[in-house]
C-alpha cells in the first residue's frame, strides 16, 4: 500500500456524474500528492475497488485540491459517510486535458487499468 487516508463524503458540483464517473468527493490536506491511484474504499465493513483522483481539477480550472473517489460498479447515496481509502498503485499525474472529450477518454482507460489490476489480484 501507498498510503491511506478517511474522510466524509461531501457534495460537490455532480460533475462526474454527468462524465459518467459519478465520485465520492473527500477533503484532503494541501501536502497530500496529486495524481491518479488504484485503490479500495472501505464502507460499511465492505472493500470496493476503486480509481482516486487527487488534486486541483485542472481541466475546469479548479483551484482546490481535493479527493474524487470512483468506486467501480456501485451506486449507492453515501453522502455524509465516512469512507477509508487504501491507496496502491499510481496510473499517472494530474494533468489538463483540451476538452472534456479528451479528459473523458483517459477516464475510460483509467477504469480499464484499474479493473485490469483487480482482475489480476482476484487469479
Same mark, same amino acid.
Not at 84 to 89: A, G, L, R, T
Not at 91 to 94: E, K, L, S, T, Y
Not at 105 to 108: C, E, F, N, R, S
Not at 116 to 120: A, C, N, Q
Given at each position: 500500500?501507498?498510503?491511506?487516508? @478517511?474522510?466524509?463524503? %461531501?457534495k460537490?458540483l455532480?460533475? *462526474?456524474?454527468? =462524465?459518467?464517473?459519478? #465520485?465520492a468527493n473527500?477533503?484532503? @490536506?494541501d501536502?497530500? %500528492?496529486?495524481g491518479?491511484?488504484? *485503490?479500495?474504499? =472501505?464502507?460499511?465493513? #465492505?472493500?470496493f475497488?476503486?480509481?482516486v483522483?487527487?488534486g486541483?481539477p485542472?481541466?475546469?480550472?479548479?483551484h482546490d485540491?481535493?479527493?474524487?473517489?470512483?468506486?467501480?460498479?456501485?451506486?449507492?447515496?453515501?453522502?455524509?459517510?465516512?469512507l477509508?481509502?487504501?491507496?496502491?498503485?499510481k496510473?499517472?499525474?494530474?494533468e489538463k486535458?483540451?476538452?472534456?472529450?479528451?479528459?473523458v477518454?483517459?477516464?475510460?482507460e483509467d477504469?480499464r487499468?484499474?479493473r485490469?489490476?483487480?482482475?489480476?489480484m482476484?487469479s
Open positions: 500500500m501507498l498510503f491511506s487516508f @478517511s474522510g466524509v463524503v %461531501q460537490h455532480g460533475r *462526474g456524474k454527468t =462524465l459518467g464517473y459519478p #465520485t473527500i477533503p484532503v @490536506s501536502d497530500a %500528492q496529486e491518479i491511484y488504484i *485503490g479500495t474504499v =472501505l464502507h460499511d465493513g #465492505t472493500a475497488p476503486a480509481l483522483f487527487i486541483k485542472l481541466t475546469f480550472g479548479e485540491k481535493k479527493a474524487e473517489i470512483f468506486l467501480l460498479d456501485f451506486e449507492e447515496d453515501i453522502y455524509g459517510k465516512e477509508k481509502i487504501s491507496v496502491f498503485k496510473i499517472r499525474d494530474n486535458f483540451e476538452s472534456q472529450d479528451a479528459l477518454a483517459q477516464m475510460k477504469e487499468q484499474a485490469e489490476y483487480f482482475s489480476t482476484k
